[in-house]
């Protein structure tokens, strides 16, 4: 009987397996020393790294094909209360020649209209199809996840250049549970994580960064944020499969 290769990986893994391609072991590598970085703003992508409390994914320039699969498994997860702050990041493979942020930004879109077209799950019916309302969100199985764009360039906001790979992060809304925009709790560990991204970044917080739930923000625009101080202009490149 042939034996499915998982396609959610942890970090044993990049040890352990012998089947990973080499672009993915030295852009992992970048990624570990990157966040565990005792200077790294958020505090809690550099504590689920040490802990060994993320997971992982990866797709080929050519190939997607197992990302849905891979976010699928990782969803499974949440049904173990002791998974409810995990993250997963998924490695892409690097381009030929770094691009422009712009290049990034339309993979990005593409790959996430790609994993909506994959889903055969309907999304929930009080979740907003359109973008520009302001409680839209991404949903897969069913379920709301944040999603944001890491790529080589981006040259001012260094917390979002994670090597030479694009590095999407999925966080699923209930990890923060009790840390939401205008919860006490929330708004504090926003805030500390905020002035600590502008210290590495020697930047002020992106303007399109908020909350969700803010009826004067557009969460598709957090998404990807500008290697700058400028607002994110233009219509959302996602689209709502037809049912």
């Known amino acids: 009987m042939q034996t499915t290769i998982p396609a959610l990986l942890t970090k ?3 040890t352990n397996r012998t089947d990973l391609p080499d672009w993915l072991l030295r852009e992992y590598k970048t990624f570990h020393e990157t966040v565990t ?7 809690f992508g550099r504590s689920g790294e040490l802990k060994g409390e993320l997971r992982y994914a990866y797709i080929s320039q050519d190939d997607w094909s197992n990302l849905p699969g891979a976010v699928a498994e990782f ?3 949440f049904e173990d209360p002791k998974y409810k702050r995990h993250g997963l990041f998924v490695f892409v ?3 030929a020649s770094e691009g422009q942020l712009d290049a990034y930004r339309k993979q990005f879109w593409e790959i996430l209209q790609y994993l909506h077209d994959m889903d055969d799950t309907e999304w929930p019916e009080q ?3 359109d973008p520009d309302h302001y409680l839209w969100d991404f949903n897969f199985k069913g379920e709301p996840i944040f999603i ?3 790529a080589p360039a981006y040259k001012q906001r260094r917390t979002r250049h994670l090597g030479n790979s694009m590095v999407l992060g999925f966080q699923p809304r209930r990890i923060f549970e009790g840390l939401t925009g205008t919860e006490k709790g929330g708004i504090m560990s926003r805030e500390k994580v905020r002035e600590r991204v502008e210290k590495w970044d020697e930047l002020p917080t992106h303007p399109d960064i908020s909350h969700f739930g803010d009826p004067e923000h557009n969460e598709w625009k957090q998404f990807f944020i500008g290697d700058d101080v400028e607002p994110v202009k233009g219509k959302c490149p996602f689209s709502h499969k037809e049912l």
């Open 127 to 129: 979740a907003p199809r």
């Open 148 to 150: 944001f764009g890491n």
């Open 12 to 14: 044993e893994d990049f």
């Open 37 to 43: 970085d005792k200077t790294f703003p958020c505090y």
């Open 93 to 95: 493979e690097p381009f």
């Open 75 to 77: 969803l499974t997860l």
